[in-house]
């Protein structure tokens, strides 16, 4: 009796019972309701295959994605006054700075760093939309001027991925000053001659779209990323017409010349090294500039108002020309066959997501 009660019976309870199944062992897509198993999602850059829709996804995977072999240095970055205005809503400025902190892992929105991409050096920044919405505070312009002038210093190639809801409404006019800053260090990155590039990421809006964010020299988007200073249902409700299918959205963009390119996520690094080597004149698969990587973290000045220095690169114009004058075919930016040199030649959620998709900015660029 004894063995039926404490063996058989546990073992029949044991297998009757329900297993907990991983919440993230199977993932939605928002397009198509198509149901990913988690693994192939993330072998894919976080892209559903069936629908090509791209999942945002966070700085530190980003910049895994874009680097050679997944590996790049951090940038050491300056330390800002927390909650200067000791802003209060329904919590304190403070307690949310620590909760997405807590959340990301990161001290800010904006994390940057160097390494190679596809064999070119480069100085690359990203926003973090989990980290209150990529919104723009002091801490994250600090890391963008930052990284500018580590290119500047570097005579590196500066890329930013940009994903932000706008400037960051408890911080008030300090988070509005930044938009002049920012500029102001994209400024210094082109007089020295560098190239500067914008991958525009979902979503993209607010003062973010109104500064360095549309100032690149080639703007490259993700596929349906929402790119915009105001929502389109905030527009809808000012004009009061019907904004056509697919408005603000990156293929929209790239018909009415807004931006420039619409990559796919695994293609962005092919994309990315291509555009530099003909911006700085290196012959394809030339890893020139990686030296130059190796201490730019270690030797950032944080002071923003230090001078530039003029760069020895060369300003490269809007379209290719050849030796003699005449304008030069744009070569396929995925092919990866060797060919002779070219010369040289830039806020609100988007409709349908919800707060379990996404997290709610925190923004205010009024």
């Known amino acids: 009796m004894n063995w039926i009660s404490n063996v058989v019976r546990p073992r029949i309870r044991g297998l009757l019972a329900k297993r907990d199944t991983p919440e993230n062992l199977w993932v939605k897509c928002p397009d198509t309701g198509e149901m990913v198993f988690h693994k192939d999602l993330e072998a894919n850059q976080f892209v559903f295959p069936g629908s090509g829709f791209h999942q945002r996804i966070n700085a530190q995977t980003r910049m895994r994605y874009v680097f050679d072999d997944e590996k790049w240095q951090p940038i050491a970055l300056p330390d800002v006054p927390v909650d200067p205005l000791k802003f209060r809503d329904e919590r304190r400025y403070?307690?949310?700075?620590?909760?997405?902190?807590?959340?990301?892992?990161?001290?800010?929105?904006?994390?940057?760093?160097?390494?190679?991409?596809?064999?070119?050096?480069?100085?690359?920044?990203?926003?973090?939309?989990?980290?209150?919405?990529?919104?723009?505070?002091?801490?994250?312009?600090?890391?963008?001027?930052?990284?500018?002038?580590?290119?500047?210093?570097?005579?590196?190639?500066?890329?930013l991925f940009a994903g932000s809801g706008g400037a960051?409404?408890?911080?008030?006019?300090?988070?509005?000053?930044?938009?002049?800053?920012?500029?102001?260090?994209?400024?210094?990155?082109?007089?020295?001659?560098?190239?500067?590039?914008?991958?525009?990421?979902?979503?993209?809006?607010g003062g973010v779209t109104a500064s360095y964010a549309m100032l690149g020299d080639v703007h490259l988007a993700e596929p349906a990323a929402l790119i915009g200073f105001a929502g389109p249902r905030v527009i809808e409700q000012t004009i009061r017409e019907k904004l056509p299918d697919g408005f603000q959205r990156s293929e929209y963009l790239v018909a009415h010349g807004m931006v420039d390119m619409v990559v796919a996520r695994q293609d962005l690094p092919a994309a990315i090294a291509r555009l530099l080597r003909l911006f700085m004149k290196l012959p394809p698969g030339d890893g020139a500039g990686k030296e130059a990587v190796s201490d730019v973290g270690a030797s950032v000045a944080a002071d923003a108002d230090q001078p530039a220095a003029n760069g020895e690169a060369a300003a490269v114009g809007d379209a290719a020309t050849s030796e003699d004058g005449a304008a030069a075919e744009m070569p396929d930016l995925f092919d990866d066959t060797p060919e002779p040199e070219a010369a040289p030649e830039s806020a609100d959620m988007p409709d349908g997501e919800t707060a379990d998709d996404a997290p709610t900015p925190e923004k205010s660029d009024k």
């Open 168 to 205: 960051r409404m408890q911080e008030g006019i300090l988070s509005l000053m930044q938009l002049p800053r920012t500029t102001a260090a994209i400024d210094r990155l082109k007089e020295a001659g560098l190239p500067y590039l914008v991958v525009l990421t979902n979503p993209t809006t």
């Open 94 to 159: 403070s307690e949310r700075l620590k909760a997405a902190k807590a959340k990301t892992g990161m001290e800010d929105a904006v994390l940057a760093g160097t390494g190679t991409i596809k064999g070119v050096a480069a100085v690359v920044a990203v926003q973090d939309f989990d980290f209150m919405g990529g919104s723009l505070g002091m801490a994250a312009a600090e890391a963008i001027i930052t990284a500018a002038q580590a290119a500047v210093e570097k005579k590196l190639p500066f890329v």
